[in-house]
C-alpha cells in the first residue's frame, strides 16, 4: 500500500512471503516431507493482501481528496467484495489458463516463487538477503523520513530549457522496484518520464512565456508564472492520463479474444462438473477446484450486496443509481478478471495494468451516469467506488494465478489454495483499510510524501467527464503518444505511467534497473532466472513500506495527544517535519548520493553473490 501511495506502482509480496515463511519453519522442521506444501498455501495467504491493497490505494485516496474520507468498515467491505468477485471469477479460468496454455503463458513470478520455495526448503542461505534488505529499507526510511537528516529528493535545473529539472528521490523502495521490472521496464518508464520533464514541460513554459492571461485548464495564473510542478498539475499530468487511458484501452482490446474463449470454457467448465459430480473421488488431487456454485453464488452476491447496502458504494445514492453501478461492477470486473488473469501469465503481476482497466471501467459507468444526468458530487464518488471493487477485483485475479501456477509447480491442491485465498482476503481487507486511513490521516494524500499519482488520476478523469470540462486536446496529445509507442513496439502502458508520473519517482527505479542490467551481464544469467538481489530487493520495499507505516502511526499518535511529554519531545527534534533538514546543501547532496550508491551496491553484491552463482550452476547443468 505505502508503494503504491508513493509511486503508484506495486509488485508482487509472494516471493517475500515464501522466504519468510520457509524462514520461520526451519525453527520446528517437518519430518514428513509436507514443508514445501505448507510453505506454499503459507505463501498464498500472506499474499492475499497486496492485491487487495493494490486496487484501494489506486481509487479510495481520491475520496479523501474531495473530502468525502469513507469510513473504515466501508473501505474493508468493498476490498473484501473485490477481492471474493476477483477470486471466484478466475477460478474456472484455471485449467485453461494455468494447465493448457503452460507453453503460451509461463505466469514469470508464479514460476519464480515455485523456485524460490525449492531452494529456500533445502537450504535457507540465499533467504538472508531479504532480512539485510529489509533492514537497509528501514534505517533509510527512518533516517530520512522521521529523523529528517537529509532531503528525500535532489534535483537540478537545466540550463537552455525553460523550467525543465533532473530530480531523483532517495528511495530504497523505488531502486528495488527498477531492479525487480529490470533495465528494460524501467528505461521504457523513465523515458516517457524525460518526455515529461524535459520536453513537454519546457514545450509548454515556451508556448506560455508571452501569455498574460491564463490558458485553459489553469484557470487564474498564466503559464509565465508557474513552477515547474505546477505545469506538470494544470496541463501534463491531463498529457499523461490520455496517455495511460488509450495504452489501457489498446490492452483491453487486444484481449478480447481471449475474454471470449475464457467465457465459453467457464460455461462448458459447470456443464462438465455437473455431468462429472458423481465421479469427484476421480479427479486427481492437483486438479480440483472449489465446487461450481461457489464460482456461479459469490460474484451474484456481490453484485446483490452492492445493490442492497444503501451506503456501500460512496455518495449514498438512491436504489437505481446503486443498481447501474453495482451492474457496472459484475460486468466490468468479469470482463477485467479474464484480462487480468491472462496478461499476468505473460508480464508478471507487477507490470499488471490494472490502473489502465480501472480507468476504462470509469470511463464507461462515467458516460452512463451523464446519459443518465447523474452529475453531482455524489455521482462522482460513486463511480469512484465502483472502479474501486473492479480495480480489487482485477488484481486479486493477478494475484491468485500466479499463486495456482506455483501449486502447480510444487504439486499443490488449487482448491485448497482457492480456499486459503478467501480467508486470506476475508482477514486482510481489515489491515488494508486501517493502513489506508491511518497514511491518510498522517501524511495527507496528495502531498509530497505520499502523492497518490493514481487515485489523482481518477479523480481527474471522473471530474472530467462528469462536468465536460476534461481538456481533450491534451488528453489526445497524451493518447497520441502512447499509440506512437506501441508502434514502435514499446510497451504502451509502462511508456505512458512514465508520462504521468514525476520524473524524481522515476530516475530511482531507472538506477535499479541499470544495477540490475549489470548483475545480469556479470553473472550471464538470463533476465528473470532466480536472483537473490530480488530478495533483497523485496526485503527493502517492505523494509521501507513498515518503516513508513511506522512513522504515520508515530505522527498520528502524537497527533492525538499533542499536550503529551513524547509528542512535545518529538516536536523538539523535528520528527518525520516537512520543508526541515539537518543537513543542507552540498553536504546533503553528496549524503543522499552516498546512501543510493550503497543501495545499489547491496543490490549487486545480492544480484552476484555465492547463492546467485549457484542457482547458474544448477541451470547450466
Not at 228 to 242: C, D, F, K, N
Request: contains cysteine; positive net charge; charged residues 10%.
Amino acid at each position: 500500500a505505502y508503494l503504491g501511495l508513493r509511486v503508484g506502482l506495486t509488485v508482487s509480496t509472494s516471493i517475500p512471503i515464501a522466504v519468510l515463511t520457509v524462514a520461520l519453519f526451519k525453527v520446528r522442521p517437518r519430518k514428513n516431507g509436507s514443508e514445501i506444501l505448507e510453505a506454499n498455501i503459507s505463501q498464498t495467504i500472506g499474499s492475499a493482501s497486496s492485491s487487495l491493497a493494490a486496487g484501494t490505494i489506486f481509487t479510495v485516496p481520491a475520496l479523501f481528496l474531495w473530502g468525502m474520507a469513507p469510513p473504515f468498515w466501508q473501505i474493508a467491505i468493498l476490498a473484501l467484495l473485490g477481492g471474493y468477485l476477483g477470486i471466484s471469477a478466475m477460478v474456472p479460468l484455471r485449467r485453461l489458463l494455468i494447465v493448457k496454455s503452460a507453453a503460451e503463458l509461463p505466469y514469470p513470478e508464479g514460476k519464480a516463487c515455485a523456485e524460490v520455495l525449492r531452494a529456500t526448503t533445502t537450504t535457507a542461505k540465499s533467504g538472508r538477503w531479504i532480512f539485510i534488505g529489509l533492514v537497509m529499507g528501514a534505517v533509510v526510511k527512518l533516517g530520512l523520513g522521521a529523523f529528517v537528516v537529509l532531503p528525500s529528493e535532489l534535483s537540478v535545473h537545466l540550463p537552455v530549457l525553460p523550467k525543465a529539472e533532473l530530480a531523483l528521490e532517495i528511495a530504497p523502495a523505488l531502486l528495488a522496484v527498477g531492479y525487480i521490472l529490470g533495465y528494460r521496464q524501467s528505461a521504457i518508464m523513465v523515458s516517457g518520464s524525460l518526455i515529461s520533464a524535459i520536453v513537454l514541460t519546457p514545450l509548454i513554459a515556451l508556448v506560455g512565456a508571452t501569455l498574460t492571461t491564463p490558458l485553459f485548464p489553469e484557470m487564474t495564473k498564466p503559464i509565465a508564472v508557474l513552477t515547474a510542478g505546477q505545469i506538470w498539475s494544470r496541463y501534463v499530468r491531463y498529457i499523461g492520463a490520455g496517455a495511460v487511458a488509450a495504452a489501457g484501452i489498446v490492452a483491453v482490446v487486444k484481449a478480447l479474444p481471449t475474454m471470449w474463449h475464457s467465457f465459453a470454457a467457464v460455461i462448458q467448465g459447470v456443464r462438465k462438473d455437473r455431468l462429472d459430480a458423481a465421479s469427484d473421488a476421480a479427479v486427481p488431487r492437483t486438479d480440483r477446484d472449489v465446487p461450481s456454485w461457489i464460482v456461479l453464488v459469490v460474484p451474484v452476491l456481490v453484485v446483490l450486496t452492492l445493490i442492497a447496502v444503501p451506503n456501500l458504494f460512496a455518495g449514498n445514492m438512491s436504489f437505481v443509481p446503486r443498481t447501474v453501478a453495482a451492474l457496472g461492477v459484475g460486468i466490468f470486473g468479469v470482463c477485467f478478471v479474464v484480462v487480468s488473469s491472462r496478461i499476468v501469465g505473460l508480464i508478471g503481476v507487477s507490470s499488471n495494468p490494472t490502473s489502465a482497466m480501472t480507468l476504462v471501467t470509469l470511463l464507461g459507468v462515467s458516460v452512463v451516469f451523464v446519459v443518465a444526468g447523474w452529475r453531482d458530487p455524489s455521482a462522482r464518488a460513486a463511480i469512484l467506488t465502483v472502479g474501486t471493487v473492479v480495480c480489487i477485483a482485477a488484481s486479486k485475479a493477478g494475484d491468485i494465478s500466479q499463486d495456482l501456477k506455483t501449486g502447480q509447480l510444487v504439486g499443490a491442491t488449487p482448491a485448497k489454495q482457492q480456499f486459503g485465498q478467501y480467508i486470506g482476503a476475508a482477514f486482510a481487507c481489515w489491515a488494508i483499510a486501517g493502513t489506508v486511513l491511518l497514511l491518510g490521516n498522517a501524511f495527507t494524500f496528495g502531498s509530497p510524501e505520499l502523492p497518490a499519482p493514481q487515485a489523482t488520476l481518477m479523480k481527474t478523469v471522473i471530474e472530467g467527464v462528469l462536468s465536460g470540462s476534461l481538456p481533450w486536446g491534451l488528453v489526445g496529445t497524451g493518447a497520441g503518444l502512447s499509440i506512437c509507442a506501441l508502434l514502435a513496439g514499446l510497451p504502451g502502458l509502462a511508456f505512458a505511467v512514465g508520462i504521468y508520473l514525476p520524473l524524481g519517482s522515476l530516475t530511482p527505479i531507472y538506477v535499479g534497473g541499470l544495477v540490475r542490467s549489470l548483475v545480469e551481464s556479470r553473472r550471464g544469467a538470463k533476465e528473470g532466472e532466480n536472483d537473490p538481489g530480488v530478495l533483497a530487493a523485496s526485503g527493502m520495499i517492505a523494509g521501507e513500506g513498515l518503516a513508513g507505516v511506522l512513522i504515520a502511526f508515530v505522527v498520528a499518535a502524537a497527533g492525538r495527544w499533542r499536550d503529551s511529554g513524547w509528542a512535545r519531545s518529538l516536536d523538539s527534534i523535528h520528527f518525520a517535519a516537512k520543508n526541515f533538514t539537518y543537513l543542507e546543501g552540498t553536504v546533503a547532496i553528496v549524503g543522499g548520493l552516498a546512501i543510493v550508491l550503497g543501495v545499489c551496491a547491496l543490490l549487486h553484491r545480492a544480484g552476484c553473490s555465492e547463492e546467485a552463482a549457484q542457482e547458474t550452476a544448477k541451470k547450466d547443468d
